[in-house]
């Protein structure tokens, strides 16, 4: 068979269900195998960009590693993002590409470029195939790197020469690569010393991170949790990683979390790191962070223990039995962490998150309204973009269920969530697919709206539409003298509902708390793609809010009289 044909037969014995992306010159080879036929599904995005955060999200959503192809040159260079937020965000991703013919390889040939080269510093692994013989080999290495240790980006890039070529396929039982061994356990008296220390402090917290659902180790996060009567705060990239309705969830630390979060993690005299990172976003003034606590790490990868904060005790591991070996160790004392419990409930009341109710409508109130419509509900899968829509989606809506909640971390990717959406819906189609997006994010990647209808991949997307890149208005004023620069949108143009009705999908536009819960009921409902706009008091910033550089604990509050005037 050729080598484009062995690329569809190495997805089918790798179980790839679907794959994303859009045809060009150097890819052309596999798109005519694709013809041929295959059990893989093919989504046909409107830009590569949107192919490669369509396979991030179908990852995110099945905990399965996500495909996406594109040509060369320009094709290639698309996926630079989705590549890079994969590789910020730990999301298994293989990135196929085509390239220029092996011969022309370093001629600056039509729509050549080192795409191995550009891409070095964000994935685990690339590489350029220049024999045939090789592609079941190098493919096979590749969904295995890209979903083993800590999960992550991997590229492939095929000339169109090779795909062309003939070879006796035989795909590889095993994979042989002696310089990649990831931890396949923790080390026992690292774990027994994990455990001591729990066992030995007043108020401990679990500080869990994104790497417990790539891990698929959330039940046995929970059984720790419930075991030790352990406090659990979760990150921005982990939400939905530990129920967020449990006793025990002391809500999500960092940059716009609650004050009552941030005070729980930094007043801790433990902090048990579960597959975090300890993020500046997280930290604030690293100097000041959890200043009294012992840090307990534990990660699947060696390079982040004390990268960033010194471990007191740190286990390397695979997540899933080293929690499950931690909550063995740990012997319960009855009521040790109770006034600690308490002490973090009483904060909560005391801090609770806050905003001025009335008109205009307010976002806080949106993404309320859509928890309100959705309560109880455990097919529901949130996505975002990048912004303030995203802190208020972190702070206002619950989620119970592992791999609910879809988001660009560590990039801050805008335009995200469209996308993503759509290969949440390709890996979960009996799953309500709900995208917050920003005005700002929406105009990046809008044109997958029609990828969402004409694949029969219905998503809702709610545009929390303050006419501003809301963000950057929100630094601009706090911290730039209100100096307002560059950051008009205008709420009405374009008109997105009109918008959303020229790409086949339902549009609705809001103003009001009533128009605004009788769109949302009706858009959840209808089964097909909508937009509904919901305009937005653009004065409203998003608190708490943590200053960049400041310690976590020196949060700014809501105050009505320090509004910024319109």
Not at 96 to 114: K, M, N, P, Y
Request: glycine content about 10%; aromatic content about 6%; proline content about 6%.
């Amino acid at each position: 068979m050729t080598g484009a044909d062995a690329i569809l037969r190495c997805l089918e014995a790798e179980e790839v269900e679907v794959m994303f992306g859009l045809p060009g010159g150097a890819i052309l080879p596999l798109y005519d195998a694709m013809a041929r036929g295959t059990t893989v599904r093919h989504v046909l995005a409107r830009h590569e960009q949107g192919a490669g955060h369509m396979a991030q999200g179908y990852a995110r959503a099945s905990g399965r590693v996500g495909v996406c192809i594109a040509t060369s040159g320009p094709g290639a260079t698309n996926l630079v993002t989705p590549i890079a937020d994969a590789w910020m965000d730990s999301t298994p991703l293989v990135a196929i590409t085509g390239q220029v013919r092996s011969t022309l390889i370093g001629t600056d040939a039509f729509q050549e470029c080192d795409i191995t080269g550009i891409t070095i510093p964000i994935v685990k692994h690339s590489w350029l195939v220049q024999d045939v013989r090789e592609l079941p080999e190098i493919l096979k290495a590749a969904f295995h790197v890209a979903r083993t240790g800590r999960c992550g980006p991997v590229l492939v890039d095929v000339p169109r020469d090779v795909q062309e070529a003939e070879l006796d396929f035989v795909f590889p039982d095993s994979v042989s690569l002696p310089g990649w061994k990831p931890p396949r356990r923790g080390h026992p008296r690292q774990i027994t010393a994990a455990a001591q220390a729990v066992a030995a402090a007043e108020r401990p917290i679990l500080y869990v991170g994104g790497g417990v659902l790539n891990a698929h180790a959330t039940d046995e996060l929970l059984a720790l949790a419930e075991h030790g009567r352990l406090p659990v705060v979760t990150t921005l990239m982990a939400k939905g990683a530990f129920p967020e309705s449990h006793e025990l969830h002391a809500g999500w630390p960092g940059m716009h979390g609650p004050k009552w979060s941030n005070w729980a993690l930094n007043k801790a005299d433990l902090v048990v790191a579960v597959g975090a990172r300890f993020d500046d976003r997280v930290t604030g003034k690293l100097s000041a962070f959890a200043p009294g606590a012992t840090v307990v790490h534990l990660d699947v990868d060696a390079a982040e223990i004390s990268k960033i904060r010194h471990a007191d005790v740190p286990v390397v591991g695979p997540l899933r039995p080293v929690l499950a070996e931690l909550t063995k160790a740990l012997e319960p004392v009855a009521g040790r962490t109770g006034p600690w419990l308490r002490q973090i409930a009483e904060w909560r009341e005391e801090y609770p998150l806050r905003y001025e109710e009335g008109e205009p409508l307010k976002p806080q109130r949106v993404l309320e309204t859509l928890q309100e419509l959705t309560a109880g509900r455990d097919d529901v899968v949130w996505t975002t973009g990048v912004g303030q829509h995203q802190m208020w989606a972190m702070q206002y809506l619950q989620c119970d269920v592992p791999r609910s909640f879809i988001t660009s971390g560590g990039l801050g990717t805008m335009g995200y969530g469209i996308p993503a959406a759509v290969g949440a819906k390709a890996a979960r189609p009996d799953a309500t697919v709900v995208c917050v997006d920003g005005d700002g994010c929406f105009q990046m990647t809008q044109q997958e709206l029609a990828t969402a209808v004409l694949e029969e991949l219905p998503i809702v997307v709610v545009i929390v539409n303050n006419g501003y890149l809301g963000m950057v208005r929100q630094w601009q004023d706090m911290f730039f003298e209100e100096r307002f620069s560059q950051i008009h949108l205008t709420q009405g143009l374009p008109d997105y509902a009109m918008l959303a009705r020229a790409y086949g999908g339902v549009g609705f536009t809001v103003e009001s708390d009533d128009e605004l819960r009788e769109a949302l009921r009706e858009a959840l409902a209808s089964g097909r793609t909508c937009v509904v706009d919901a305009r937005v008091d653009p004065r409203e910033h998003c608190f708490p809010m943590i200053p960049a550089g400041a310690a976590a604990v020196d949060t700014i509050e809501f105050d009505a009289s320090e509004r910024v005037v319109a």
